[in-house]
């Protein structure tokens, strides 16, 4: 079964508005990742949370994640119209070279 | 823009032809990848190297083979594919296997008629 699932699937939002998509998982983590993607392009890697922190920073963008909850969130504040794309979670397992990923949310910025 | 390309980007072929998709990452990586990436489904990993030695074979059927010639290149060569198989096949590099960022090529977009 799949490890990531993102949710919601797809987002609209006005810019300069936050958008928020969130991330669960179902087995014991190592860290976990969230990737850009621009439409039929290659990921770009934005930020890695390992499994003993709880927030971090990276310019406009924040990430959340609660073991206990097994799961994550990644907020854009302040969005721009170049911030349409879609973000996927992958997360890695101890003991494997294997990151999984989930099917991603769809974020579509209005300018 | 990411140090790591694939070529070609696009790719048409048929069913009985051999094609190979090349990956090259200029970063200094020793681990590289393989990922296939169909519409609607999650990114699904199908190769990893490690210092050129193959570590992961996520259950791909034996119509793709990869090669490895050494840590800045990677291959993935083509036979006998079916329409399934048409999806966007994505390249990517880190500094080791383990549990590291990966920096992604563009991809390369398959069609198999």
């Known amino acids: 079964s799949q490890q990531g699932e993102e949710d919601p699937q797809a987002l609209s939002i006005q810019e300069g508005e936050n958008a928020t998509m969130n991330c669960s998982y179902k087995?014991?983590?190592?860290?976990l990742q969230w990737y850009r993607q621009n439409s039929g392009r290659g990921l770009v890697h934005l930020i890695l949370?390992?499994?003993?922190?709880r927030e971090k920073h990276s310019g406009r963008l924040r990430v959340t994640l609660d073991t206990s909850k097994k799961s994550s969130s990644l907020l854009i504040t302040a969005s721009r119209a170049a911030d349409t794309a879609s973000y996927f979670c992958?997360?890695?397992?101890?003991?494997?070279?294997?990151?999984?990923f989930g099917t991603g949310t769809r974020l579509k910025v209005l300018a | 823009e990411t140090g790591v390309t694939q070529t070609p980007r696009h790719l048409v072929m048929g069913m009985t032809n051999k094609k190979s998709l090349k990956c090259e990452q200029h970063?200094?990586?020793?681990?590289m990848y393989w990922y296939k990436q169909s519409a609607k489904k999650p990114l699904e990993l199908m190769f990893v190297?490690?210092?050129?030695?193959?570590?992961e074979n996520n259950s791909v059927p034996s119509r793709f083979s990869p090669e490895c010639p050494n840590s800045s290149h990677l291959f993935l060569h083509l036979h006998t594919l079916q329409p399934e198989d048409s999806a966007l096949y994505l390249c990517?590099?880190?500094?080791?296997?383990?549990?590291?960022?990966?920096?992604f090529g563009p991809g390369t977009r398959l069609l198999v008629l």
């Open positions: 970063l200094g990586h020793n681990a």
């Open positions: 990517a590099s880190s500094p080791h296997a383990d549990q590291e960022t990966q920096y």
């Open positions: 190297y490690n210092f050129k030695e193959q570590t």
């Open positions: 949370i390992r499994s003993n922190e």
């Open positions: 992958a997360t890695g397992t101890s003991g494997t070279y294997k990151y999984i």
């Open positions: 087995t014991s983590i190592n860290n």
